[in-house]
């Protein structure tokens, strides 16, 4: 046997690997092995990927020439070992989420996660199939949460571009996946309170799903010009947009308690010395990201959450914002209540605001549900409703429970009946496989994926 026509050979048995590595998890997910029944559906959307990937290296291998010691081959074996490298290190990042599952330690916080990201999703895809925004099969996985070591979440969005795990889930953020993954920070899984952020990083992913982002930071650069504010801060908030565009879906979709616990946390870091200079970070820097944030709660229209929005601009009003940042202070409010409250075309002529079907009710909801987890005293409302509670609300519920409590406040409580209470939130112990028409969308994700490695210098 030729050099050559070895590595053909093996070409057919690497080939094979991959699907029969798919094939296991399927099984435990069919029989609710580890509780994996509940990601039923996210695995059959990952096994049509990872077939149509698999397909396209069969391709490959069909048209190869023969095997000899020409270039022709050469580069043949290079270009099929670059898409089943780049299957792999696709696969190996969700299997590593899959695995997290299976680890006692994390499987209740991550469970927890993964319902309040996906409450947050199918409460936004719902409102856009509705508007007739979106097809009832044309939309992606609910998305899974990632316990990495990040400073802060971040999404990779579906049918967006996913290297070590970290690493691959952020090359991936530009493409289109069939179900996006949410990176989150390992040491705040036990903190059921900064799930409400999880809010945010799907508003980065429903973007990628219904472009609207773009629209709503134009919406934002006219509310500008219309108070006249200067044209060389355009280019800045531009820059910034799509960061607030994701705190008003945040703000739609979670609430006061994802503000306010959002703000408590950018006011700890605001004087450090990173934000002292423009740094290139497409957030704006924490001072000037709390001012927005009161914005986007008085643009959401929502009257209790107005004392919140007047104390998050008190506090601003009371800090020392490095000078560069000051001139952007005029601008924050403007700014944010027109990209969370004008309506778009992109969402048939609703507003971010309208992502959730009745926002004042929310509202009153989560409040209500704070005063049990702070206190742990007469648990309303029930999880099970009816309706059941919405699991999006809860996080948020525990942030408002922790901003009215004191220094000594029993945070573990706190914790405790949220993770409790999200548990208890009725949900099938088996999702079923996607229909036919949505897994033929996600086929047509997944064909235009390109899972090739970068260059090593990239």
């Not at 409460?123 to 009832?136: H, L």
């Amino acid at each position: 046997m030729t050099p050559y026509e070895r590595a053909s050979s093996e070409a057919s048995r690497r080939i094979e690997v991959l699907p029969s590595e798919m094939a296991g998890w399927i099984n435990a997910s069919q029989t609710n092995v580890d509780g994996l029944g509940i990601h039923r559906s996210q695995l059959f959307a990952l096994r049509d990927m990872l077939d149509t990937l698999t397909l396209r290296q069969r391709e490959l291998l069909a048209k190869r020439p023969q095997p000899a010691a020409t270039g022709e081959y050469a580069e043949s074996e290079l270009e099929f070992t670059a898409e089943l490298v780049g299957a792999y290190e696709l696969w190996t990042a969700f299997r590593s989420v899959f695995e997290q599952r299976r680890e006692e330690r994390l499987v209740r916080a991550l469970d927890a996660a993964d319902l309040v990201a996906a409450s947050a999703y199918r409460c936004a895809i719902d409102r856009a199939m509705a508007w007739k925004v979106v097809k009832p099969n044309e939309f992606r996985e609910p998305p899974l949460v990632c316990a990495e070591a990040v400073g802060s979440p971040g999404t990779a969005a579906r049918g967006q571009q996913v290297a070590g795990l970290t690493g691959t889930i952020r090359r991936y953020r530009g493409k289109l996946l069939p179900i996006p993954l949410v990176l989150f920070p390992a040491d705040r899984l036990d903190d059921i309170w900064t799930y409400s952020t999880l809010a945010h990083e799907v508003g980065h992913d429903l973007d990628a799903d219904l472009a609207f982002g773009s629209e709503a930071i134009d919406a934002g650069i006219a509310a500008l010009d219309a108070a006249g504010g200067p044209k060389d801060r355009q280019d800045a908030w531009r820059g910034w947009g799509a960061e607030v565009a994701a705190d008003a879906v945040g703000v739609a979709l979670a609430g006061a308690g994802f503000a306010g616990g959002l703000a408590d946390w950018l006011l700890s870091v605001a004087l450090a010395k990173l934000f002292t200079a423009p740094n290139g970070d497409p957030h704006p820097p924490p001072h000037l990201r709390v001012r927005l944030i009161a914005g986007l709660l008085e643009g959401a229209g929502v009257a209790s959450w107005l004392p919140l929005a007047a104390g998050l601009d008190a506090d601003i009003d009371a800090a020392d914002p490095p000078a560069w940042q000051k001139p952007f202070d005029a601008d924050a409010h403007a700014f944010a209540s027109a990209v969370i409250s004008t309506p778009l075309t992109a969402l048939a002529g609703h507003a971010i605001a309208e992502l959730s079907p009745d926002i004042a009710a929310d509202a009153a909801l989560a409040e209500k549900l704070a005063t049990y987890l702070r206190t742990g005293f007469n648990r309303v409302p029930t999880p099970a409703g009816p309706p059941p509670f919405p699991a999006r609300l809860a996080p948020s519920a525990a942030a408002l429970a922790v901003r009215a409590s004191s220094a000594q406040a029993d945070l573990g409580g706190i914790a405790r009946r949220a993770l409790d209470y999200i548990h208890d939130i009725p949900r099938p112990a088996f999702l079923a496989a996607p229909p036919a028409g949505r897994r033929e969308f996600l086929r047509g994700l997944a064909e235009s994926l390109d899972v090739r490695p970068p260059p090593a210098d990239d």
